[in-house]
């Protein structure tokens, strides 16, 4: 299994990033995925939540109406659009698989940094 982030970066506050996850050695379009963030001296935080069709999907409070999570099973790759950012936002993100005997598996992550 091999998940990797990218996408992220430094922006203002009141910006946008999209972050992105490819992943492989795994069947992507029958599994569940979630987005979860690391703020500098936090511990993880769940962002956000999409099942394996891409029709249902579930976000933290403190990221819904700005936040779109959504996936294409054809390229393996899962998305995370970020809007209207705030330095609160400024964490390193991490894609999660969760397999069927509930081993988790991450990626090394993208830092977004939000300024103020």
């Known amino acids: 299994v091999q998940l990797v982030e990218s996408g992220g970066g430094l922006v203002q506050a009141g910006g946008s990033l999209r972050l992105s996850c490819a992943a492989s050695?795994?069947?992507?379009?029958?599994?569940?995925m979630t987005w979860v963030r690391q703020a500098p001296g936090k511990g993880p935080e769940w962002v956000s939540y999409i099942n394996s069709g891409g029709g249902a999907t579930a976000y933290a409070d403190s990221v819904k109406g700005r936040f779109t999570i959504s996936r294409d099973n054809a390229k393996n790759t899962l998305f995370l659009q970020m809007d209207s950012l705030k330095p609160e936002d400024t964490a390193v993100y991490y894609c999660?698989?969760?397999?069927?005997?509930?081993?988790?598996?991450w990626g090394k992550g993208t830092l977004v940094t939000v300024s103020s």
């Open positions: 050695g795994f069947t992507f379009g029958s599994s569940d």
């Open positions: 999660n698989y969760k397999n069927i005997m509930q081993k988790d598996y």
